[in-house]
């Protein structure tokens, strides 16, 4: 089955430093990944979308990158502020079907003052 | 305002006992879906719909109907739940390929 995985479920960080969470997928590669933030109770907010030709993408003070080699997603947070820890979610594409996404289980991230 | 809603937001009922979770967006979306989330399982999706009248099964589509008679509403329906089914339920709304997500539905089933 087309997988995806974070394995971390935890990572904590000093404020002011970069996070970094990883997502890996087996099998073939995505089309395209997203990452998601989602707070305690509350529904998941997308934050950016990768596609396969696409090695690094940018927004404000978030990165992601693609790397089809490692079957990889890095997702960095540079700068990090107590105010995004959350938990952040990965997910794939499932090839032809539209808008079905593979989600993985999550990297819940706290930055520390 | 983009938004997803979903009512109820806290549900508990007991077994058996037949309920329905709402679900509408504003934005004219075309696909709809719902997600169930539990610790250590993720997101997993549980029915979708590609537009009015049409739906299909998610990955855990045992124990739950959908419907979708217009395009802004899709309610999720239990006609029997069990206590497997306690879970925090989401829909979302698809534009291209990003999904927006409601706020959550957090139900117990006694």
């Known amino acids: 089955s087309q997988k995806i995985e974070q394995n971390s479920e935890a990572l904590n960080i000093q404020e002011g430093k970069t996070a970094t969470l990883t997502c890996n997928y087996t099998?073939?590669?995505?089309?395209?990944l997203q990452w998601y933030r989602q707070d305690p109770g509350r529904g998941p907010v997308f934050l950016l979308l990768i596609r396969e030709n696409e090695k690094e993408k940018r927004k404000e003070r978030l990165k992601v990158t693609f790397d089809t080699t490692l079957k990889q997603s890095l997702f960095h947070i540079t700068a990090s502020q107590p105010a995004d820890s959350a938990t952040y979610l990965c997910a794939r594409d499932r090839g032809s079907t539209l808008g079905r996404l593979y989600f993985g289980r999550g990297t819940q991230l706290t930055v520390w003052p | 305002e983009a938004q997803v809603t979903q009512n109820p937001r806290y549900l508990i009922t007991v077994t058996g006992k037949k309920l329905t979770v709402t679900c509408s967006q504003n934005?004219?979306?075309?696909?709809m879906s719902w997600y169930r989330q539990d610790p250590g399982l993720g997101l997993r999706q549980i029915y979708y719909s590609m537009n009015v009248e049409v739906t299909d099964k998610g990955d855990v589509p045992e124990g739950y109907k959908v419907s979708r008679k217009e395009k802004r509403n899709f309610p999720l329906i239990l006609e029997s739940p069990s206590p497997n089914q306690t879970s925090l339920y989401f829909c979302?709304?698809?534009?291209?390929?990003?999904?927006?997500f409601g706020p959550g539905t957090r139900l117990t089933v006694l």
């Open positions: 934005m004219n979306h075309e696909y």
């Open positions: 979302a709304s698809t534009v291209g390929d990003t999904q927006y």
């Open positions: 099998n073939y590669s995505p089309a395209y």
